[in-house]
């Protein structure tokens, strides 16, 4: 299991690295509209498939 740190970017929003990736964090009433889904073809791009919750706190690689 990676080790994960937690942290505040410059403009406050929750942020955590786990080795080499980046998260972003997102309250359940921010979360991308792209979040939940592999690939939609009405659009022709991909979805956010890489996640995790910590502390109320949807963390998203981006």
């Known amino acids: 299991m990676q080790k994960i740190q ?15 990736k980046g998260y972003r964090g997102y309250t359940i009433s921010n979360i ?7 690939y939609d073809e009405n659009k022709d791009h991909d979805g956010l498939t890489e996640w995790f919750n910590y502390k109320g706190i949807t ?3 981006e």
Do not use: L, S, V
């Open 59 to 61: 963390y998203i690689w």
């Open 32 to 38: 991308p509209q792209r979040f939940g889904f592999i």
């Open 6 to 20: 937690f942290f505040k970017n410059k403009n406050g929003q929750p942020c955590a690295i786990a080795g080499e």
